[in-house]
């Protein structure tokens, strides 16, 4: 049986600033530990966000001081809504929903960064780094 370490998901959803979030445990597999390290430690990445799946989308876990404070929320809401269109938008085209058929991975590149989004049933990655580097 594969060990699995515990991430403290603190919620989104408090409405006042007397209401703590509340916090769940999300175990982790260690695979995803050593991707999130290798992520980390790369020279062109600015920062990663694991994000939770679901409405409202909350940050897991984040690196880079790109991802702090508001900014952080700004980027996860932006990650949560373009993979919630675009796999709506799919879904229209096609005309059907066919159980499997989600996005796997999605490359977003600007003039000055990239940004990578991996969705899994229960976790959306993003990781935003500097392609000129």
Known sequence: MASTSTIPLASSQATSASAPPSITTIPTSPEL?????????????????????GQPVSIIRHSGVVFEGDHGKKYATAVG????????ALEEVSGEVIEGDEIRFMR???KRHEIMISPDKRYLLAVLHDPTT
């Open 33 to 53: 530990e050593q991707t999130l390290a290798l992520l980390s430690s790369h020279r062109s990445v600015l920062g990663y966000l694991l994000l939770s799946r």
């Open 81 to 88: 809504k373009i993979i919630e269109s675009v796999q709506g």
């Open 108 to 110: 977003i590149r600007t």
